[in-house]
């Protein structure tokens, strides 16, 4: 975002007069604008990718790793 979408932008998050709901409304149709959902699910995604790679490669039995591999699988399938 730039130009005057992002002092538009600035000031939705800085202006203490604008209405919250307004403001909420505002921010939510610039990020989907700007398809930061997306956006993000890719970099979770890829992040993901390159700690399972280092996971793998940890000199650690598998039952050992056994519990962190269930917690970030649960973490990867949640919902927001």
Same mark, same amino acid.
């Given at each position: #975002?730039?130009?005057? =979408?992002?002092?538009? $932008?600035?000031?939705?998050? +800085? =202006? @203490?007069? #604008?209405? @919250?709901?307004?403001?909420?409304?505002?921010? $939510?149709?610039? /990020?989907?604008?700007?398809?930061? %959902?997306?956006? +993000?699910?890719?970099? #979770?995604?890829?992040?993901?990718?390159?700690?399972?790679?280092? /996971?793998?490669?940890?000199?650690? +039995? =598998?039952? %050992? %790793?056994? @519990?962190?591999?269930?917690? +970030?699988? %649960?973490?990867?399938?949640?919902? /927001?």
């Amino acid at each position: #975002i730039s130009g005057e =979408d992002r002092i538009r $932008l600035e000031g939705l998050y +800085t =202006d @203490p007069s #604008i209405d @919250p709901e307004v403001k909420i409304k505002e921010v $939510l149709r610039y /990020f989907e604008e700007a398809e930061v %959902k997306r956006l +993000t699910e890719e970099k #979770i995604a890829e992040y993901y990718s390159l700690a399972r790679k280092s /996971f793998v490669a940890l000199g650690v +039995t =598998d039952e %050992k %790793k056994a @519990p962190l591999r269930i917690y +970030t699988e %649960k973490m990867m399938g949640r919902s /927001f």
